[in-house]
């Protein structure tokens, strides 16, 4: 049983240009959530999507955008990158089980921007 | 901001068990206890959760205080793989379209000493 699959593992981008990431939620798993770490801190929620819309959104720019689609895979979108943007993107997939929700993270996308 | 107060590192010895502690004495009374652990360079993963009963699976044992205003994490024979941060976070749940988001603090860092 796949868990989470984000692609590409590994992006090299330059200032101003676009970047979307992709993730495959772990099977059975609705709900996808996008997180952003920087190196040396904690993960920080970007946006979850489920039922293919944006239920909730942290402290970040409309220049993220997201997208998920039918089979409840998932886009993270950057517009107008930032040296700042350079992190690791995670995705985390979760379904609703009575008890809780635990959301299951894929290594995620390592972002560099030059 | 996290809600929750951990220790910024401990040490153990392999073989030895692991008790990581965790104060969360603003918790609500529908939020639920999550414990992740993130190994150098890969993704967060899921070890357990709870809400006011002591659970226990697999991975690790978590014990919840009475009054739920802290717990403590348990790998009962730790192994040098079991080197990690260890999060403790605190969440509400919702239910399945509303899933509260994961608030990541700085974690401990747990390193298993030979």
């Known amino acids: 049983d796949a868990g989470v699959t984000q692609s590409p593992t590994h992006l090299i981008k330059t200032r101003g240009q676009q970047v979307t990431l992709r993730c495959s939620p772990k099977s059975g798993h609705d709900t996808v959530s996008w997180y952003q770490q920087a190196l040396g801190q904690g993960p920080q929620f970007i946006f979850q999507?489920?039922?293919?819309?944006?239920?909730q959104r942290g402290n970040f720019p409309d220049r993220f955008s997201g997208h998920q689609f039918p089979n409840y895979s998932s886009e993270l979108n950057v517009n107008a990158l930032l040296l700042g943007d350079s992190a690791l993107y995670l995705c985390?997939?979760?379904?609703?089980?009575?008890?809780?929700?635990?959301?299951?993270f894929g290594d995620g996308t390592r972002l560099s921007i030059l | 901001d996290a809600k929750t107060t951990q220790p910024t590192s401990m040490d153990c010895a392999e073989g030895r068990a692991a008790n990581l502690p965790c104060n969360h004495s603003t918790i609500s009374g529908n939020e639920y206890v999550y414990w992740y652990r993130q190994i150098h360079s890969q993704g967060p993963q899921y070890i357990i959760h709870g809400l006011k009963n002591n659970e226990t699976n697999e991975m690790a044992s978590l014990i919840i205080t009475e009054d739920r205003k802290s717990s403590t994490l348990i790998l009962p024979h730790a192994t040098l793989r079991d080197t990690a941060v260890y999060y403790c976070?605190?969440?509400?749940?919702?239910?399945?379209?509303?899933?509260?988001?994961?608030?990541f603090g700085q974690g401990t860092t747990l390193q298993v000493k030979p």
């Open positions: 976070i605190v969440r509400v749940e919702y239910g399945s379209s509303n899933t509260g988001k994961l608030i």
């Open positions: 999507y489920y039922e293919e819309e944006e239920r």
């Open positions: 985390a997939s979760s379904v609703w089980i009575n008890g809780g929700q635990p959301q299951h």
